[in-house]
């Protein structure tokens, strides 16, 4: 991975033609922000919007949120004018580049070379800025062990669910939501499991695409919660609205967050000499071991990143 674990609860959408939304992000709660040059911007558009996003990427006050870009995907004549013209003007303030429709792990392989290029020739440091690969279609999917390990750039793999719907012919208009006559399980469930099984392969975050029903926020928490069950780390958020309810859901529960580090504590502990280095030992009226351990990693590293604060801190007894 490109960098170390990064607080993605929260993926806000920023179309990149307007300079109301570009405004207006900077002041909003997301964990990440993404400047968009692709589907929210018209063809017409797309080039005055490279300028804009420069701009809002270099005047500041994004604080600590994950400045992403989306450029449009390689079928297009965009692409590289996109990732050139982002890159070399504000390429110290962005931290990912956003591919879509990715379908092939050469599609990664090509912005990673570019990004290299651009890199070096303006002198910034190269391999900083990650790349995320959005999975839009059958082929992705079906390609996308090979694209999780493309480049050593990639940071995360994104379910982009509107373009892999239309790709599968499936029987809905309505994106994020159950399609009409399937009444059992989730109809996602496959794509999504697919997509999380090669993120975690290979060290990557797996983020869950967006719900179209902007004010519907209990729709949005009801299918943000399948993926974060699974273990997704964030959502695709298109309206202020839902950037709390994913947050939130994203979040591990402040007592798991407590629990998961007194388990660490208490392990690293026990199996130290002077805890009696043992493999196996009871936490209250739980048995935890090393398995635990890793469980508890997951759930501490996920509070950590969402900036928990710890409320229950474990003590080892007096005696040992």
Known sequence: MAQGLRARRSCLAVPGSSQR???????????????????????????????????????????????????????????????????????????????????????????DLLLSQIERSVGLEVGRIGIEAQIENAQGLIEIDAIAVASSRTETLIFGPADFMAS???????????????????????????????????DLQAIDGPYL??????????VAERSAALGFDGKWVLHPDQIAAANEVYSPRQDDYDHAENILDAYDFYTSDAGGARGAVMLGDEMIDEASRK??????????????????VWQPPADG
């Open 168 to 202: 599968i012919n499936m029987k809905s208009l309505v994106v994020g939501e159950q399609p009409s006559g399937y009444d059992v399980g989730d109809a996602y469930h496959y794509i999504l499991m697919r997509i999380l099984m090669a993120a975690r392969a290979y």
């Open 295 to 312: 469980m508890a990693l997951v759930v501490a590293a996920k509070g950590r990143a969402a900036g928990l604060a710890r409320g229950d």
């Open 21 to 111: 939304f570009l405004d207006k992000a900077k002041g909003l709660d997301a964990d990440q922000v993404f400047l968009d040059l692709e589907d929210s911007v018209a063809p017409s558009a797309k080039p005055a919007a490279r300028g804009a996003v420069v701009d809002a990427l270099n005047s500041g006050g994004w604080g600590e949120k994950v400045r992403v870009v989306r450029v449009n995907d390689w079928t297009t004549q965009w692409t590289y004018r996109d990732v050139v013209e982002v890159v070399e003007g504000a390429g110290t303030n962005i931290d990912c580049i956003m591919l879509p429709k990715v379908q092939r792990a050469e599609q990664v392989v090509a912005l």
């Open 213 to 222: 029903q902007i004010r519907d926020v209990d729709g949005f928490r009801r």
